[in-house]
């Protein structure tokens, strides 16, 4: 039986988990700081993700450089619960850009996190609308003990779960995120992320123990 821990260790340790996100950001073009709408914030106090996206508005590109790394995994764990994992890295690119041209619709600058996993979830659909392809265990991979095969395995076991509870398990197994940070991150409370992870193994052991050579 996968304990959390160790389920993370086969994602990660055989290099099929957490992929290594390009850190060149996307170029764009900084916009105008004439031309950046105010965004208002809930908040009284206003967090650094706020002040980050701001920033990006008034055309800083060395904030928009911060603002991917905080967010990128957030993306990319969004799509790799959805997508096959050759298909991932190339829409995070996609949707950076995507989000930086469209950054000036945002209405709250503390909502930056939810709003670009919602582009990241849209992004998904598309691409299942266009290709029609699901991913499947196959007999295939069944009869790969490789432990690299193991990890894709339990991959898309875990894109079979409940869009909640898988999406929370990649952002926690495969990207590496802490609790508070998937909180943080995706706009969810930390009780609603502590049940999905709770929920969500408790799937991915039921499923795990009638995969053969997986224990």
Same mark, same amino acid.
């Given at each position: 039986?996968?304990?959390?821990?160790?389920?993370?260790? $086969?994602? @990660?340790?055989?290099?099929?988990? !957490?992929?290594?996100?390009?850190?060149?950001?996307?170029?764009?073009?900084?916009?105008?700081?004439?031309?950046?709408?105010?965004?208002?914030?809930? &908040?009284?106090?206003? #967090?650094?993700?706020? $002040?980050?996206?701001?920033?990006?508005?008034?055309? &800083?590109? &060395? %904030?928009?450089? +911060? /603002?991917?790394? *905080?967010?990128?995994?957030?993306?990319?764990? @969004?799509?790799?619960?959805? %997508?096959?994992? #050759?298909?991932?890295?190339? @829409?995070?690119?996609?949707?950076? *850009?995507?989000?930086?041209?469209?950054?000036?619709?945002? +209405?709250?600058?503390?909502?930056?996190?939810?709003?670009?996993?919602? =582009?990241?979830?849209?992004?998904?659909?598309?691409?299942?609308?266009?290709?029609?392809?699901?991913?499947?265990?196959?007999?295939? /991979?069944?009869?790969?003990?490789?432990?690299?095969?193991?990890?894709?395995?339990?991959?898309? =076991? =875990?894109?079979?779960?409940?869009?909640?509870?898988?999406?929370?398990?990649?952002?926690?197994?495969?990207?590496?995120?802490?609790?508070?940070?998937?909180?943080?991150?995706?706009? /969810?409370?930390?009780?609603?992320?502590? @049940?999905?992870?709770?929920?969500? $193994? !408790?799937?991915?052991?039921? !499923?795990?123990?009638? !995969?053969?050579?997986?224990?």
């Amino acid at each position: 039986m996968y304990e959390l821990e160790a389920t993370a260790n $086969m994602l @990660v340790m055989t290099g099929q988990g !957490k992929a290594s996100i390009d850190r060149r950001h996307p170029e764009v073009a900084p916009a105008s700081a004439a031309a950046a709408p105010a965004i208002t914030s809930s &908040d009284p106090a206003e #967090s650094p993700e706020s $002040m980050i996206v701001r920033a990006v508005l008034a055309g &800083d590109r &060395d %904030m928009f450089g +911060r /603002l991917y790394e *905080l967010y990128a995994p957030l993306v990319h764990g @969004v799509l790799l619960a959805r %997508m096959p994992r #050759s298909e991932v890295e190339d @829409v995070v690119q996609d949707i950076f *850009l995507h989000a930086l041209r469209k950054l000036h619709t945002l +209405r709250d600058a503390n909502a930056f996190g939810p709003w670009i996993a919602m =582009i990241a979830r849209n992004r998904a659909m598309d691409f299942h609308r266009r290709s029609r392809e699901t991913v499947e265990v196959t007999d295939d /991979l069944k009869s790969n003990d490789s432990s690299g095969a193991k990890a894709e395995e339990i991959l898309a =076991i =875990i894109r079979t779960l409940p869009d909640a509870y898988r999406e929370t398990l990649v952002l926690r197994l495969v990207e590496g995120m802490t609790g508070p940070e998937i909180a943080g991150r995706t706009g /969810l409370t930390p009780a609603s992320v502590r @049940v999905n992870l709770h929920r969500g $193994m !408790k799937l991915l052991r039921t !499923k795990l123990g009638f !995969k053969e050579g997986l224990s």
